[in-house]
């Protein structure tokens, strides 16, 4: 079992940035492809952005494009979402997830394909 926690939520106004962080408890850390998830209420949850195991391949979904960044620090087991230009439809909670299969080199982008979940963490976008 991997085990992640989530930080980094919270309020803030629309055009403002916050960066959310994901412990994860795994000591083959880089060997699992990482995505961030978001789901709002009475919606399904949907890809925000993935990496690799390796960090070398990143994918985004459309309404993050150009304004969300997601990064990791293998040596410190963390995963990243800087997220910049937010906007009110942003709000959500936002989910950790990692892929356990030996993905070093790409990444997914579907909620199936992942193993396990952090708790979530709110991200709310004042208008």
């Known amino acids: 079992q991997v085990q992640l926690v989530e930080s980094g939520g919270g309020l803030v106004q629309a055009g403002g940035s916050l960066r959310l962080s994901c412990a994860a408890s795994?000591?083959?850390?880089?060997?699992?492809?990482m995505g961030w998830f978001r789901q709002a209420p009475g919606k399904e949850r949907e890809f925000v952005a993935a990496?690799?195991?390796?960090?070398?391949?990143?994918y985004y979904a459309d309404s993050a494009k150009g304004r969300f960044t997601i990064s990791r620090d293998n040596a410190k087991n963390t995963l990243y979402l800087q997220m910049n230009s937010l906007k009110p439809e942003d709000t959500s909670v936002y989910y950790c997830?990692?892929?356990?299969?030996?993905?070093?080199?790409?990444?997914?982008?579907?909620?199936?394909?992942?193993?396990?979940w952090g708790q979530g963490t709110q991200v709310t976008v004042s208008s």
């Open positions: 997830a990692a892929d356990r299969r030996t993905t070093y080199l790409s990444a997914s982008y579907s909620v199936e394909d992942y193993d396990y």
């Open positions: 795994a000591r083959t850390f880089s060997a699992y492809a």
């Open positions: 990496i690799s195991g390796s960090g070398g391949r990143l």
